[in-house]
């Protein structure tokens, strides 16, 4: 079966170029896989570089050009829909998701800490910042609460010394694994 995918960004597009690598026209098991949709939010991401190299344009919708959200997410879900995307990956999309996108969208959505604890966009910060021992990332499924939505997959890691910056760097690390395998398990 051929499974097409959207990807969503809003910045360093790491997320969405290891898509590309991982998956994009390649044949895993009885399926194949293409990206069939770029999309950002921010003009000036760097992920829009990254998609090129992949020959694949953005479509780019700023979310500061509308005066609602449900408004933004309304031309979210008619792009994803014209572009006959079997699944929507968030992939480090900042933007927090209205009932117009997620009762209309079959969404994952990627986050960096062992959900439930550490939602929203300071989780790493905060999930290094724990008296936790270890961390991790999840992959859920995209609900109407932020970060809430049923776990598909995680993994974790034991925090130990390390320094921020080598905590972020595993984190990164962790999400590029983690991500392409839950896409070929939803599938399979």
Known sequence: MLVKLA??????????ENILE????????ANSYEVVLCLCNKKDALGIKRAKKYGLKSV???????ATREDFDR??????????????????????????????IKAINL?????????????IKESYESD??????????????????????QKAFEKKKL?????EEKIHSLEHEILPLSVIEIFS
Request: no cysteine.
């Open 22 to 29: 991982k998956l994009h026209q390649k044949s895993i098991g």
């Open 75 to 104: 031309v979210l879900v008619e792009e994803i829909q014209k572009s006959g995307a079997d699944l929507t990956i968030l992939a480090g999309f900042m933007r927090i998701l209205s009932p117009v996108f997620t009762k209309n």
């Open 111 to 123: 986050h960096p800490s062992l959900l439930p604890l550490f939602k929203g966009a300071k989780a």
């Open 7 to 16: 990807v969503l960004f809003s910045g360093n597009g790491s997320n969405l």
């Open 163 to 167: 320094s921020f910056e080598e905590f």
């Open 132 to 153: 936790m021992q270890v961390a991790g990332v999840s992959v859920h499924w995209v609900s109407e609460e932020l970060d809430g939505g049923k776990i598909i997959a």
């Open 60 to 66: 780019i919708v700023e979310h500061k050009n509308f």
